[in-house]
């Protein structure tokens, strides 16, 4: 039996919509991809600078340190910094590496607080730029 025009018709037309949904279904998987991609790249840009501000943080704490004795809220100052910008950090990422450098570097501020909150106007700040040079690493790589 021969297949009539109008089946022909209905077949071609029905290939022709699965044929554009099909487009359509990849055109927004790959839309989704590229956004994914973009949402990466903001993400590792926002860790890069909130580690670089943090640096400049870990910078304005040793010199706190070393001028503690002249003004001594410098230092919760610098640490209060240090505690704002990892909590950016901490919000806009789900990289196991950098979530355990902010760790370190939360815990390492915590002993300086504790260092201070036990009367140590010069606490060692070495844990803290350590953590701090760890986080940068892990944003940059």
Same mark, same amino acid.
């Given at each position: 039996m021969a297949v009539?025009?109008?089946?022909?018709?209905?077949?071609?037309?029905?290939?022709?919509?699965?044929?554009?949904?099909?487009?359509?279904?990849?055109?927004?998987?790959?839309?989704?991809?590229?956004?994914t991609g973009?949402?990466?790249?903001?993400?590792?840009m926002d860790c890069v600078q909130?580690? @670089?501000t943090i640096a400049d943080s870990v910078t304005n704490l040793q010199q706190a340190v070393e001028n503690a004795s002249n003004d001594p809220t410098q230092l919760d100052q610098s640490l209060a910094s240090i505690d704002k910008n990892l909590?950016?950090?901490?919000?806009?990422?789900?990289?196991?590496?950098?979530?355990?450098?902010?760790?370190?570097l939360n815990k390492a501020v915590a002993n300086v607080?504790?260092?201070?909150?036990?009367?140590?106007?010069?606490? @060692?700040?070495?844990p803290v730029t350590d953590a701090a040079g760890e986080l940068t690493k892990v944003c940059t790589s």
């Open positions: 009539s025009r109008g089946r022909r018709r209905s077949r071609s037309l029905r290939s022709r919509r699965i044929a554009i949904a099909l487009t359509a279904v990849a055109a927004v998987g790959l839309t989704a991809g590229l956004t973009c949402d990466a790249v903001n993400k590792a909130t580690a @670089d909590d950016k950090i901490g919000d806009k990422t789900d990289n196991a590496d950098v979530n355990k450098a902010v760790d370190d607080r504790t260092a201070i909150k036990n009367g140590d106007n010069t606490p @060692d700040v070495s």
